[in-house]
T-cell receptor, first 111, second 115 residues
Framework: TQLLEQSPQFLSIQEGENLTVYCNSSSVFSSLQWYRQEPGEGPVLLVT?????EVKKLKRLTFQFGDARKDSSLHITAAQPGDTGLYLC???????????FGSGTRLLVRP | KAGVTQTPRYLIKTRGQQVTLSCSPI?????VSWYQQTPGQGLQFLFEYFSETQRNKGNFPGRFSGRQFSNSRSEMNVSTLELGDSALYLC??????????????FGSGTQLSVL
């Protein structure tokens, strides 16, 4: 069974601080995606990483895919209240048209 | 371009009843997938449809079923509701359903409460 474990589960930080969220698995994924979900809405795709060791930057967000394609991290620099939300990593299982989601990291950025 | 539309937004049912949820994908998208989100289990895959064919199904009991119409709109049905079925049901659409590489567009979900 392929599982994605995220840490930490909850994170409450002050505006301007940096943070890193981790997504780990014992299985290899051909790609990993990161989503952000705000209350009352569905998840919105932030990025897809497909190559081991790949690093992608999206403004203040930096995403990294582990060399062995079993883990990924999301780093936010100078967090802002607008970054508040539930961050989810997800991977597809064997071209099965379904995503396995991590348990999520709930981030609160206090002004 | 209109997003994924799910109706109704909120639903309250009692145990034993059945419910039908609807999802209208983005125009041109032929793949529709459904997920259940609960605080305890997170997001779990229910099923995926492409061109009216179910291509994959998650580990849910047979009380959970779905279908897709020729215009790509999809419905899911839950019969004999149980308290544990209370959840946010999310629908996502994409062009081909290649979930690991394509962008899935999620609707805002239907919040189902079973009393």
């Amino acid at each position: 069974t392929q599982l994605l474990e995220q840490s930490p589960q909850f994170l409450s930080i002050q505006e301007g601080e940096n943070l890193t969220v981790y997504c780990n698995s014992s299985s290899v994924f051909s790609s990993l995606q990161w989503y952000r979900q705000e209350p009352g809405e569905g998840p919105v795709l932030l990025v897809t990483v497909v190559t081991g060791g790949e690093v992608k930057k999206l403004k203040r967000l930096t995403f990294q895919f582990g060399d062995a394609r079993k883990d990924s991290s999301l780093h936010i620099t100078a967090a802002q209240p607008g970054d508040t939300g539930l961050y989810l990593c997800a991977g597809e299982v064997d071209s099965s048209y379904k995503l396995i989601f991590g348990s999520g990291t709930r981030l609160l950025v206090r002004p | 371009k209109a997003g994924v539309t799910q109706t109704p937004r909120y639903l309250i049912k009692t145990r034993g009843q059945q419910v039908t949820l609807s999802c209208s994908p983005i125009s041109g998208h032929r793949s529709v997938s459904w997920y259940q989100q609960t605080p305890g289990q997170g997001l779990q895959f229910l099923f995926e449809y492409f061109s009216e064919t179910q291509r994959n199904k998650g580990n849910f009991p047979g009380r959970f079923s779905g279908r897709q119409f020729s215009n790509s709109r999809s419905e899911m049905n839950v019969s004999t509701l149980e308290l544990g079925d209370s959840a946010l049901y999310l629908c996502a659409s994409s062009l081909s359903g290649d979930a690991g590489y394509e962008k899935l567009f999620f609707g805002s979900g239907t919040q189902l409460s079973v009393l």
